[in-house]
């Protein structure tokens, strides 16, 4: 019947023997019902990743927004080969988001949107590594497999997880289906145009994620196979054309790497869980345990992680892993067939960055395995199809194509539930995806460029408040629980996310009556909003009175014009409250260490002079002194604990400033322009008192 295929049943490639003869029963399926049964699962896999994409997940994530900002750079005219920022990471999914974001602007949603798109298309890309790997189909098992294995793609609770959460590890499924399906092509039909496509697509599969550095082993040890194999051998010289081409691909990076040998692989070796092992025996100990790990997160335990799962969740259904390991065992007992014996290789060898490489997510660094686990699956479910159709039983063959259809209609209810009904209530889903400096960052992005913006008590390097501030290149740190900024360069807009102590608000009103609120956004399950924003206007000045006025020069970089005590009588067990009064007087201060220090007799067992300190940078470091600026004033506070053993009588309250590690002073330089022996400032008496 022309446009159709007919299938005979039979245990195996060979033909049946006489003794045995092959079922009278044909199983037909149209060409055109096959692409419509695999356009159908496409259509099911996209409604499941582009479903709410917009609000699910409800923000960036740390990791996910850095493909944000890598895409801004690069619209801006960077031309990266190999990125150096969050501990170094592979470029194509960066690229694949700044493409997104020439059409629909920066944000959240292009991240999302990348992944959900590369997702999408992986469900095609399993089905031809299928078609392509049990070609000529003519079992059923080769028959059905690849199509089925597409529709528990699409279904896939493991792989939508990871389609959306919006990081570059979703490309390397697609990428292991696309180096075998060119592999098995260029095998079965070797050809220049065929092999140079495989090496193609493995040299581009280095620009994915690290566990992509599997996938060259996988074609090595398979290339090894059909050149020493007993049947036909495979040509060195497609081979070549493989290596070379991949090598051509790799080699702009495989230069950035010669060139920043430090950089690129300083992810890969600070995760690999032998780094802390000091023998040989704890190196495989460490080993076997990650193996086990990574074994199980197929079947009975995943991720603790509430970000990147449903926590302690397996990446497979108990259904689903019930076929899955029935799959295994049909491709160990078909092992002599180059199919089964390749998904066995590339089942082990893609686990392999699971396995030697800790402090994350199995399912996400063995995420390479995930379409041979799907044509593994099929192959289980399959088999007693197989089985039943062989031995001429056509009511219950049909009777398990209908059990086919359950287990994928169970399996698509359980991932929605899991993910949709499950997860995504998760209360803590806005903390975990950075809601609050997705937020602060949008706002900033409104901003003028050309103003300052101090923010408390966020990081401006967050790479969400970097991304939705659009790079805002004028945003400085400072933190109300310790400290307020007072910049030089006015206006200026204060955006501070409040908290009870953040007392950035109360003190901004009464130094700088002249600010106004200019935004805020309540929080709808805290009493704090979002951010308040308060803007100073130009030619305001901060009205600072400090109660002990003083003018301590140091180096001419720093001058201490003031401070304020809660009391100067302490006893021991007390906290001294002090308030100091900075102005800076250079724009290029190195990072300093401030001190303050309680002076008093020599103790009797050490002869020290320090009866208690308190050692930081400015604003418990979040104000260092390398970010001031030339006329900026800093009001920072502090608490210094006077220990318990301290004995009743009169100490000196010193402060002032070093280098770190090298521990050399600050020197103060005198009011005549002459620079002080010692670096230490004396600020005022203090009186330690019995209890």
Not at 9 to 28: C, E, N, T, V
Not at 345 to 352: F, Y
Not at 525 to 554: C, E, F, H, K, M
Not at 664 to 682: C, F, Q, R, W
Request: proline share 8%.
């Amino acid at each position: 019947m022309k446009g159709l295929h007919t299938i005979r049943f039979l245990a195996s490639s060979q033909s049946p023997s006489p003794r045995q003869p092959a079922s009278h029963h044909k199983f037909i399926v149209s060409t055109a019902q096959e692409r419509w049964l695999l356009v159908a699962a496409m259509l099911l896999g996209a409604t499941l990743r582009f479903y709410r994409l917009a609000a699910l997940p409800p923000g960036d994530s740390y990791d996910p927004a850095f493909y944000g900002i890598d895409a801004l750079h690069i619209l801006q005219g960077a031309w990266p080969i190999y990125l150096d920022n969050n501990f170094g990471r592979e470029v194509l999914f960066s690229y694949l988001v700044a493409g997104l974001y020439a059409f629909l602007g920066a944000g959240t949603f292009g991240i999302h949107l990348a992944a959900a798109f590369v997702g999408m298309v992986t469900i095609p890309a399993t089905y031809l590594a299928g078609k392509r790997l049990f070609a000529p189909a003519n079992t059923i098992t080769a028959r059905y497999t690849p199509l089925l294995a597409s529709w528990l793609m699409a279904l896939s609770y493991w792989h939508l997880n990871w389609s959306r959460f919006g990081v570059r590890a979703v490309l390397v499924p697609l990428f292991a289906a696309l180096v075998v399906a060119s592999l098995w092509r260029c095998q079965q039909k070797p050809g220049i145009g065929s092999c140079a496509k495989a090496g193609f697509w493995l040299g581009l599969s280095f620009y994915t994620y690290q566990a992509a550095l599997a996938l060259p082993l996988l074609v090595l040890v398979w290339l090894v196979y059909l050149y020493f194999r007993g049947k036909r051998p495979f040509s060195p010289k497609y081979a070549a054309v493989i290596l070379i081409t991949a090598l051509l691909v790799f080699a702009p990076l495989g230069y950035y790497a010669w060139q920043h040998p430090g950089l690129y692989g300083f992810r890969t070796s600070q995760v690999l869980v032998t780094k802390t092992a000091t023998s040989t025996r704890e190196q495989v100990t460490a080993v076997l345990q990650q193996a086990q790990q990574a074994i199980r997160m197929f079947t009975s335990e995943g991720h603790p992680d509430p970000l990147v799962s449903l926590p302690k969740r397996p990446s497979l259904n108990l259904i689903l892993s019930i076929f899955f390991v029935l799959g295994v065992g049909t491709a160990v007992y078909r092992i002599r067939q180059s199919p089964y014996l390749f998904l066995l290789l590339w089942l082990v060898i893609m686990l392999l960055p699971a396995i030697f490489a800790g402090q994350g997510s199995a399912a996400k660094r063995g995420i390479g395995t995930l379409p041979t686990v799907m044509l593994l699956t099929s192959c289980g479910l399959l088999l007693p199809l197989h089985i039943l159709s062989h031995r001429s039983r056509r009511r219950l063959a049909a009777g398990w194509v209908g059990v086919i259809s359950l287990v994928l209609l169970i399996t698509g209810i359980i991932t929605y539930r899991d993910y949709f009904l499950i997860w995504a209530q998760n209360p803590d889903l806005p903390v975990l995806f950075q809601e609050h400096e997705v937020k602060v960052g949008q706002l900033i992005g409104q901003l003028p460029r050309s103003e300052t913006v101090m923010l408390s008590p966020f990081d401006p390097a967050h790479p969400s408040i970097q991304l939705h501030s659009q790079l805002h290149p004028n945003i400085r740190p400072y933190n109300g629980y310790f400290c307020l900024l007072y910049p030089q360069q006015l206006p200026a807009t204060y955006v501070i996310a409040p908290g009870r102590g953040e007392d950035s608000l109360d003190t901004l009103n009464k130094t700088f009556p002249q600010g106004t609120i200019t935004a805020a956004l309540p929080h709808p399950n805290r009493p704090y909003p979002y951010y308040i924003a308060y803007r100073v206007p130009a030619g305001a000045t901060p009205q600072l009175a400090p109660a002990r006025p003083s003018d301590i020069n140091w180096n001419n970089e720093i001058r201490l014009f003031g401070f304020d005590l809660d009391k100067t009588e302490v006893m021991p067990g007390d906290e001294l409250a002090i308030t100091f009064y900075y102005q800076a007087l250079s724009d290029t201060i190195p990072n300093y260490t401030a001190y303050v220090h309680l002076l008093g007799e020599p103790m009797p067992e050490t002869d020290n002079l320090i009866w208690a300190q308190r050692d930081s940078e400015p604003c418990h470091g979040w104000t260092k002194t390398v970010l001031w600026r030339e006329g900026d004033m800093l009001v920072d506070r502090i608490k210094l604990a006077i220990a318990a053993n301290t004995p009743p009588g009169s100490y000196q309250l010193t402060t002032g400033f070093y280098t770190w590690p090298d521990i050399v002073g600050v020197p103060i330089v005198t009011t005549t322009g002459e620079t002080a022996v010692s670096p230490a400032a004396l600020l005022t008496e203090i009186t330690v008192t019995a209890p």
